[in-house]
Each structure stands twice: as structure tokens, then as C-alpha cells.
T-cell receptor
Framework: KAGVTQTPRYLIKTRGQQVTLSCSPI?????VSWYQQTPGQGLQFLFE???????NKGNFPGRFSGRQFSNSRSEMNVSTLELGDSALYLC???????????????FGQGTRLTVV | GNSVTQMEGPVTLSEEAFLTINCTYT??????LFWYVQYPGEGLQLLLK?????DKGSNKGFEATYRKETTSFHLEKGSVQVSDSAVYFC????????????FGKGTHLIIQP
């Protein structure tokens, strides 16, 4: 069974630009979550999507947004990039558990975003 | 809010030594607790989990017991190997997942031959 796939693996963008990252969950998983990992702040929760709806959201500015498609693939977008947005962005998918939140999360390898 | 505290390291041990990485937490309700491992250049892998008090999670020789009375979930392994070198994250999930996983800062473990 294929794991969680994130593309691209590496990105370099210029301050002020926008970026879109993609995540393909494990087949059959309907929940997709996104996390930002930085040396200073560690791992922080961005948002979670379930059946094309944002179910939960972390404490990030509106420049960070996401969406989920009918095949459960998800994208996250960051607009007006700042130097501080440089980070490893991790996506995780979870299998269904009767429609409730499942405790099992499987992570992809991440997208390393560098803003210059 | 929720929080997880763990030693950041680096923690350096010799091969076959005993490992303990401490983890304590603050959370509302009754969280589920996890240990994740991250190898260089990789994402996170779930190492073990426990969903209720006194549960013991175990995998690949690693163990951790959910201690509600001390709000702890310490990771242990009896004999570490060089291949165990990685960063280990303690995490919790509570409140139906409204805040996602809350992670500790991570502990960098280095095992020397």
C-alpha cells in the first residue's frame, strides 16, 4: 500500500510570492492534516480536512489556506510568503473510524520550503 | 491549552545502553499519547501509542506507559542500537482532535558504536 505522498519535496520561493503544496493520502483515508515544522517553533498544527471540509484549524494567519478534493487529495496554499514561512511542511492522513477522529496518523516525507 | 514537555538533547549513548526519554504533558480531558520518530530527511513515523491510563504501548523494543497520576509517558528501550539514532517526539491528541496533535520539541538521540 502506497504511503502518504507529498509533492514537491523541495521548493525555493521569493518573499511575496505564493506557493501551493500537494498531499496524496493513503488510499481509503479521508482525513488529511497539515503541520509546519521549524527549528524554533517545532511542529505546529495548521489544519485538518475531512470529506472536503475543513474540520479543525490551528493558530495561523489567513495567508495559510487549504482544500481537499473529492478523492481526498489535499493542497495547502501560502500567499504573500515571508522569510519566516521557511519550514518543512508535513501532511498526515488518517483512516476512517466511524466518522469520528481517528488517533492513527501517517505522515508523508514533507515539503521543504525555503523563502529567500 | 495542551502542552508536551520533553528533554531536547542531544542525548548520546553507547550501543546496548538503556534508554529513557522523559515526557510529561498538560491536557484537558483524557488525551491519547504517542511517540513518533523522525530519521534525517524523513517525515514522522508512529513508534507507539496509548489511548487510556495505564495502557502500555510497545514497538521494536521501545515501550511507554500512560501514567495519568504523573501525567507522563516516558519512552524506554533496554538495549539501543546505532540504527535507533533519530529525533523522537512525544505527542498528544485531545478534545476530539480540534487542535490536532500537540508535539514536544523533540529529543535528538545519538547512539555511538
Amino acid at each position: 500500500k502506497a504511503g502518504v505522498t507529498q509533492t514537491p519535496r523541495y521548493l525555493i520561493k521569493t518573499r511575496g510570492q505564493q506557493v501551493t503544496l500537494s498531499c496524496s493520502p493513503i488510499s481509503g483515508h479521508r482525513s488529511v492534516s497539515w503541520y509546519q515544522q521549524t527549528p524554533g517553533q517545532g511542529l505546529q498544527f495548521l489544519f485538518e480536512y475531512f470529506s472536503e471540509t475543513q474540520r479543525n484549524k490551528g493558530n495561523f494567519p489567513g495567508r495559510f489556506s487549504g482544500r481537499q478534493f473529492s478523492n481526498s487529495r489535499s493542497e495547502m496554499n501560502v500567499s504573500t510568503l515571508e522569510l519566516g514561512d521557511s519550514a518543512l511542511y508535513l501532511c498526515a492522513s488518517s483512516p476512517p473510524l466511524g466518522g469520528t477522529y481517528n488517533t492513527e496518523a501517517f505522515f508523508g516525507q514533507g515539503t521543504r520550503l525555503t523563502v529567500v | 491549552g495542551n502542552s508536551v514537555t520533553q528533554m531536547e538533547g542531544p542525548v548520546t549513548l553507547s550501543e546496548e545502553a538503556f534508554l529513557t526519554i522523559n515526557c510529561t504533558y498538560t491536557a484537558t480531558g483524557y488525551p491519547s499519547l504517542f511517540w513518533y520518530v523522525q530519521y534525517p530527511g524523513e517525515g514522522l513515523q508512529l513508534l507507539l501509542k496509548a489511548t487510556k491510563a495505564d495502557d502500555k504501548g510497545s514497538n521494536k523494543g521501545f515501550e511507554a506507559t500512560y501514567r495519568k497520576e504523573t501525567t507522563s509517558f516516558h519512552l524506554e528501550k533496554g538495549s539501543v542500537q546505532v540504527s535507533d539514532s533519530a529525533v523522537y517526539f512525544c505527542a498528544l491528541l485531545s478534545g476530539g482532535g480540534a487542535d490536532g496533535l500537540t508535539f514536544g520539541k523533540g529529543t535528538h538521540l545519538i547512539i555511538q558504536p
